[in-house]
């Protein structure tokens, strides 16, 4: 109790005492901090520059990195809070290790022995093969490095995925398929470059918001989106497309089959630089604006409008976020994606290019880094000469290089499911909030002999089934780079200790790889992230994924530049790919692909007669472990909604506030808020996916894309009942 201030003498002057700061001005006392630490966000991919305020030892403020060149002294309200992750109550903080159906604290000695025993015992009993491996983008990529040998050569198993594969795998295999190589060919620029930027299923003001500052500046384009929902970034549009859901590929071909009609194409690009041309223009021709209109929704004089302007204009942008990914047919429709841009020559120039955004701040960095659905450095696991050179680089022998790609994300919770895989080792990522259809996974992971859980937060509902949690350090507290969505390598810097005794995660893989008997082996004389940069930099050398010109002193001096950037070269970087139409491929060709549209595969019927779409908010960040912390985004936006057109809503009786239950063949979300809003169409609802106490993901559908093994997160068929009436 405060004695004073119960007896009136203390007015709390030194908690609201306030001073001059010379960034700030005049400010709380409390917030000004020793010194400034630059780093990147650790959210999004965007990658904003940001600087940590340090007081005492202890992260007290965020702000803009002003020097940085793709935020310019902006940041959205996940940055400009994200000093409260550091320190907030859920943080976990010591190894823990499960005893009589209880986890209990134990030295990180005894952790670590018990994981090397039991995932060796595990592997001795039923092959190598039973050990998985769930990994995740908010690694800095000299960790994902080093987890990928770990896991490949030091416990000799390919199954290793991460969660990026619930958020842009889609694009991954778009990319390979059409232009032999991952790699997004644009940059921020363009979409201040460009006369048309068309976004597809991307809802950047909520997901990304400081690309919108490049929208903006922007003055002369014609900005079309693409959604089935009057999103805020709908909101922004010259032309909005409420096409119907999951319609987005029938309209991408009835654009080309315009384009090729009307001849808006640029011929010498298809002819020196496409394979696949004939076949395409034969396989569009059922793709006629009659149809493409019955299909999308859209008037047929929409569709002619978007496509003469994309055609026609001197360079168009297309960018995409999860719209397009999370669906049956996603890869397919980047494909799509990819014809347009390839048709018209909007590729590899100033503002064209056809651009997926990504998810989380370093998905960039797993997808260069590899091992899961590739190897390192965009390499393939079935070319025989990758495989040798990655050996020779190395030095291990050929054979411990997998020659196929090991189970995806799914289908490693599949093979929980049926108790191939017997432990497992899940780092930085909370499924049992952000896993589509919840029972299965539940199912797979109670069948689990032995569950690690690696997370800077405890409890979650991830950690909470770990029969070992491992406490791990987060962003601000430790050092390594992470590649945003345009290619660019951003320094990560630690300004405070880990909490308790949590680690890095790269002082975790090195510390098992000492229990396994291999570190010296994998990590020659590796002691810092560093190390594993510089190793990073030889795989990555004369590969499309270049790092060898970038190192942790060029960072430093010249600021964050975009990969390809070969060694000697000067430090700019490179702003696109393919400038001289070259791709990846045997022939240096791209390829046209014939993509053909299928109707999302849950259609809504009597019983579930919605589609239910899923999506996020600004406030918060994936599965909320974060940012429910965080008190401001908390207040702003403190429980879900379900969002409903006030047409549905009178025929149900219902109102605004009303509390309601989402049901689906698979589960139901009890209690969720109802908003009535035009926002969604009607027969149409929406949901953010962020909330564990009402997580949408009981109800969603474990249907995968079958190439990119992707979730159809955004459609289903729900229904909506008043809570408490049929529960
Ligand atoms: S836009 Fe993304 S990277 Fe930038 S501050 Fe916000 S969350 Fe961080």
Same mark, same amino acid.
């Given at each position: ?188 620029? +363009? ?134 990914? @999370? ?108 896993? #589509? ?108 994924? +270049? ?16 990969? #390809? ?124 996916? @962020? ?37």
């Amino acid at each position: 109790m405060n004695w004073k201030r119960t007896l009136g003498v203390d007015n709390l002057s030194e908690e609201y005492r306030f001073a001059w700061d010379e960034s700030t001005g005049f400010t709380s006392a409390k917030k000004i901090p020793d010194h400034w630490v630059p780093t990147t966000c650790g959210y999004c991919s965007v990658g904003c520059g940001i600087e940590i305020g340090v007081k005492d030892g202890h992260a007290i403020a965020s702000r803009p990195f002003a020097a940085h060149p793709v935020n310019r002294g902006k940041l959205c309200p996940k940055g400009l809070s994200e000093h409260y992750t550091l320190e907030s109550e859920n943080r976990a903080q010591y190894p823990l290790l499960r005893h009589r159906g209880k986890l209990k604290r134990v030295s990180w000695d005894e952790a670590l022995s018990v994981m090397a025993v039991r995932f060796r015992t595990t592997q001795k009993a039923y092959g190598p093969e039973a050990l998985g491996v769930l990994s995740t983008g908010q690694l800095v990529t000299e960790e994902f490095y080093t987890l990928g040998k770990l896991v490949q050569l030091g416990f000799g198993t390919n199954n290793y995925d991460g969660n990026t594969t619930l958020c842009m795998a889609s694009a991954v295999s778009g990319y390979k398929i059409s232009f032999g190589s991952d790699g997004p060919p644009g940059a921020y620029e +363009d979409m201040e470059i460009a006369d048309v930027v068309l976004l597809i299923g991307a809802n950047l003001a909520d997901n990304h918001p400081i690309l919108c500052q490049h929208l903006e500046a922007n003055h002369h384009k014609t900005l079309i989106v693409a959604d089935p929902r009057v999103s805020k970034t709908a909101m922004m549009a010259d032309i909005h497309l409420p096409l119907k859901p999951r319609s987005d590929l029938a309209l991408l071909n009835g654009i080309a089959h315009i384009l090729i009609r009307y001849n808006l194409i640029d011929r010498e690009y298809v002819e020196k630089h496409t394979v696949g041309f004939a076949e395409l223009e034969r396989f569009l021709d059922a793709y006629t604006p009659e149809r493409v209109a019955e299909l999308t929704g859209l008037r047929q004089e929409t569709i002619f409008k978007t496509a003469l302007l994309y055609g026609r204009a001197k360079a168009g942008f297309i960018g995409w976020t999860m719209g397009v990914n @999370h669906s049956t047919i996603g890869a397919a429709t980047v494909n799509a994606i990819c014809n347009l841009a390839l048709l018209t020559g909007h590729i590899g120039r100033a503002g064209a290019s056809p651009f997926s955004i990504t998810g989380q701040c370093n998905a960039m960095g797993t997808r260069e880094a590899g091992f899961a659905s590739s190897l390192p450095g965009y390499r393939k696991f079935d070319n025989a000469q990758d495989r040798a050179d990655l050996a020779a680089i190395w030095g291990v022998d050929e054979s411990r290089i997998p020659v196929k790609r090991g189970l995806a994300y799914p289908d490693i919770v599949e093979a929980t499911v049926a108790k191939k895989i017997r432990a497992l080792w899940i780092i930085a990522t909370n499924p049992l909030v952000s896993y #589509p259809n919840q029972d299965v996974l539940r199912h797979g992971l109670c069948n689990l002999d032995f569950l690690v859980v690696q997370d800077g937060y405890h409890p979650t509902p991830t950690t909470e089934l770990a029969d070992l949690v491992l406490p791990a350090a987060i962003w601000g507290e430790k050092e390594g780079t992470y590649t945003n969505s345009e290619r660019r390598v951003s320094k990560v810097n630690q300004a405070v200790a880990p909490r308790g005794e949590a680690r890095s995660d790269f002082d975790i893989f090195l510390a098992l790889a000492e229990k396994l008997r291999c570190r010296e082996e994998l990590y020659p004389g590796w002691t810092t992230v560093e190390d594993a940069f510089n190793e990073w930099r030889r795989v990555s050398q004369g590969r499309l994924c +270049d790092y060898s010109g970038i190192s942790y002193a060029l960072l430093a001096e010249h600021g964050a530049v975009q990969w #390809p950037l070969t060694e000697g070269a000067t430090p700019k970087g490179t702003s696109r790919l393919y400038a001289d139409g070259q791709f990846q491929t045997p022939d240096g060709r791209a390829k046209l692909v014939c993509t053909d549209w299928a109707p999302f595969p849950e259609q809504p019927t009597a019983p579930y007669p919605f589609v239910l779409n899923t999506g996020r908010t600004v406030e918060h960040w994936h599965t909320r472990t974060k940012t429910r912390e965080v008190p401001i985004l908390e207040r702003l936006s403190p429980r879900a909604w379900l969002e409903m057109n006030p047409r549905d809503a009178k025929k149900l009786g219902l109102r605004s506030h009303d509390s309601v239950d989402v049901v689906s063949r698979r589960g139901r979300v009890r209690e969720v808020e109802l908003r009535l809003t035009e926002i969604t169409a009607p027969g149409q609802v929406f949901m953010p996916f @962020h909330f564990a106490e009402t997580n949408v993901n009981e109800v969603t559908q474990d249907a995968f894309d079958p190439i990119s093994r992707e979730p159809n997160y955004k459609q289903c068929a729900v229904r909506v009942e008043r809570s408490g009436v049929n529960a």
